[in-house]
Structure formats: structure tokens, C-alpha cells
Antibody, heavy 119, light 112 residues
Framework: QVTLKESGPGMLQPSKTLSLTCSFS??????????VSWIRQPSGKSLEWLAA???????YYNPSLKSRLTVSKDTSNTQVFLKITSVDIADTATYYC???????????WGQGVMVTVSS | DIVMTQSPFSLAVSEGEMVTINCKSS????????????LAWYQQKPGQSPKLLIY???TRQSGVPDRFIGSGSGTDFTLTISDVQAEDLADYYC????????FGGGTKLELK
């Protein structure tokens, strides 16, 4: 059974760095074709794809946010991380991690973690 | 960047009706290599994560009722829900995964 779960700080101040963790089970990110993505959704708004990392360690970023994002994974291939630097109120959202297969759509999603940026 | 324009923003329906949701991409999502359209549809209910309904424009995900039908090719796509049920009331999003990923703005399906 594939499961993903996001964790994060809940709230942080503007200009700080947001660190998120996606812990998953039921698959290994070392398996060829596996990709884990990060996607966010401000309350009441649409979804925005942020970044992804694949089984080979290749990383992909939303061009409009690339300078602020860093995606990585742990050596055991059971966790993926996302860092967003210099956060702003506009980064307040629910952050999801999700799994896909090669270039397919994201199929398995975590429950999401809400992050609020506020002074 | 590929822009996804989804319409309508909201739709009020009665149970048993048929509805269509449209998604238009700023460039073709059709791969010349495998002739697949890299377009997916998701359903999101309040407080839940998005659920994949349709992929490659018209392939229903396992377990999705056959009243959900995806169609279209190139730049114009449609999600049709025939015989709408109360459980279908949700937000719907299209996603292009041809180049990076971009979601449509969403369509809220409400009860009339």
C-alpha cells in the first residue's frame, strides 16, 4: 500500500526558510521510474506544482520558483525534502507530496500539511 | 510555460444532470512520439487531497465510475460527468504534464 505523509513547521516568519519532509512507504524511490513531486495549494485556490525528484536523483523545478527551491532525498529513499527560501505571505498554503511514474500524472498524494507564513 | 485555461469557474447542477468542464492549453499536449495527450483530470473534495480521475486525456483511472469521461486532443479537452451524483460535488482540476506541470484554475461543482 502506497502512502505519503508531509510534515512541516506549521507556521514561520517571513524571510525564513521553509523545510518540508515527505515520508513515504509502499515503494522505494530507488525503483526506476519513480518520481516524487511537491505541489501546493493556497486556501480556496488552485494547485501549483513546485518541484520533483526522480529515482536517479535528477531534480526538476517550477521555473518561476526555481531560485528559491531545493528538493532532495535521503539515502534510504524513503523521504524527500523541500526547502523554500525567503518565504513570504504568498507562500501560505497546504503543501502536498505525491508520487508519479515517469512522465505520468501524480497518482498517490499525501494528506497535505498546512503552512502559514506570518509575522 | 504552458498555461491551462479551465472553464467554467463554477457550475450548479441537479442530480442526474450531465455536466461538461473544459480545459484549454496554450500549446499542444499531444506527444508525437506516442500519440498520447499529457492531460489529466482530478477531483478534490473539501479537506481532501486531489484524486486522479482521468489520465492521457481519456483513460479512466482504476475504480473511477464510468460516468466520468475525458475527451479531447491537442489543446482542447473536456471532462464530462453524466448522471451527476451528490458524491460528485467537488472541485475539478485539469493538469498538463507535457512540459513540467501546470494545473487549470479549477471548477467548483455545486448542487442547484
Amino acid at each position: 500500500q502506497v502512502t505519503l505523509k508531509e510534515s512541516g513547521p506549521g507556521m514561520l516568519q517571513p524571510s525564513k526558510t521553509l523545510s518540508l519532509t515527505c515520508s513515504f512507504s509502499g515503494f522505494s524511490l530507488s525503483t526506476s521510474g519513480m518520481v516524487v513531486s511537491w505541489i501546493r495549494q493556497p486556501s480556496g485556490k488552485s494547485l501549483e506544482w513546485l518541484a520533483a525528484i526522480d529515482w536517479d536523483g535528477d531534480k526538476y523545478y517550477n521555473p518561476s520558483l526555481k531560485s528559491r527551491l531545493t528538493v532532495s532525498k535521503d539515502t534510504s529513499n524513503t523521504q524527500v525534502f523541500l526547502k523554500i527560501t525567503s518565504v513570504d505571505i504568498a507562500d501560505t498554503a497546504t503543501y502536498y507530496c505525491a508520487r508519479r511514474w515517469y512522465y505520468g500524472p501524480e497518482v498517490y498524494w499525501g494528506q497535505g500539511v498546512m503552512v502559514t507564513v506570518s509575522s | 510555460d504552458i498555461v491551462m485555461t479551465q472553464s467554467p469557474f463554477s457550475l450548479a447542477v441537479s442530480e442526474g444532470e450531465m455536466v461538461t468542464i473544459n480545459c484549454k492549453s496554450s500549446q499542444s499536449l499531444l506527444s508525437s512520439g506516442n500519440q498520447k495527450n499529457y492531460l489529466a483530470w482530478y477531483q478534490q473534495k473539501p479537506g481532501q487531497s486531489p484524486k486522479l480521475l482521468i489520465y492521457y486525456a481519456s483513460t479512466r483511472q482504476s475504480g473511477v465510475p464510468d460516468r466520468f469521461i475525458g475527451s479531447g486532443s491537442g489543446t482542447d479537452f473536456t471532462l464530462t460527468i453524466s448522471d451527476v451524483q451528490a458524491e460528485d460535488l467537488a472541485d475539478y482540476y485539469c493538469l498538463q504534464h507535457y512540459s513540467y506541470r501546470t494545473f487549470g484554475g479549477g471548477t467548483k461543482l455545486e448542487l442547484k
